[in-house]
Each structure stands twice: as C-alpha cells, then as structure tokens.
C-alpha cells in the first residue's frame, strides 16, 4: 500500500524559507518508478502544479510563479520527495500536496498525500 505523507509546512515571514518534504511508503522498486509532484491549493483557488521531477531526478519543471526560489528533489534512496522553498511571498501560502503517479499493467495508479499547510506573512 503507497502512502505519502506531507512534512515541514508552518508559518514563516516574507522571505524567509521553508523546506516540505514528502515521506513516500511501499516498495523502492516503485519509488524509482514514480514521477512526482508538488501542487499547492490557496483558499478559494483550485489546485495548481508549483513543481514537477521524473523519474531520473534529472528533469524538472517549475511553475513560473516559483521558478528561481523553489527546488524540488527526490532521494530514491531515503523514499522522499522534498521542495526546498526560498524567498517566501504571501502569495505563497496554501495548502502544499505531495502527488506521485506510476504505470502498472497498463494504468497509471495516483497518489496524494493529506496536505501541508504554509503561511508566509507580510
């Protein structure tokens, strides 16, 4: 069974950081299969992808809105998906969700995590 579990939201100042990491369970073997995701989720506004990595770890992609201040990197080894988050803006805060999907028998199975929420203050 494939769990993701969402860690290090909290409330920071403007510009300040913080560092989410996603704990993913279930076999290595399908970890190293998933592609990841993080979206986040503002009150009032749908869900948005902020940023993406395959399976190699090496290609990413990034929301324009957090290109340049956010990195996002996976440990294959540790299981864990991380979002490293500089120059925080209030526009920044939402919910953070942890999404991680892989192909098996010829579907695609999609996972979330429960959320993490982050408040970036002016």
């Known amino acids: 069974q494939v769990q993701l579990v969402e860690s290090g939201g909290g409330l920071v100042q403007s510009g300040g950081s913080l560092t989410l990491s996603c704990a993913v369970s279930?076999?290595?073997?399908?970890?190293?299969?998933?592609?990841l995701r993080w979206y986040r989720q503002a009150q009032g506004k749908e869900r948005e992808l902020v940023a993406a990595i395959d399976t190699s770890g090496e290609i990413t992609y990034y929301a324009d809105s957090v290109k340049g201040r956010f990195t996002i990197s996976r440990d294959n080894e540790r299981k864990t998906l991380n979002l490293q988050m500089n120059s925080l803006k209030p526009e920044d805060t939402a919910v953070y969700f942890c999404?991680?999907?892989?192909?098996?028998?010829?579907?695609?199975?999609?996972?979330w995590g429960q959320g993490t929420q982050v408040t970036v203050s002016s």
């Open positions: 999404n991680a999907d892989y192909s098996s028998g010829g579907s695609i199975r999609d996972y």
């Open positions: 279930g076999f290595r073997e399908v970890f190293y299969a998933m592609r």
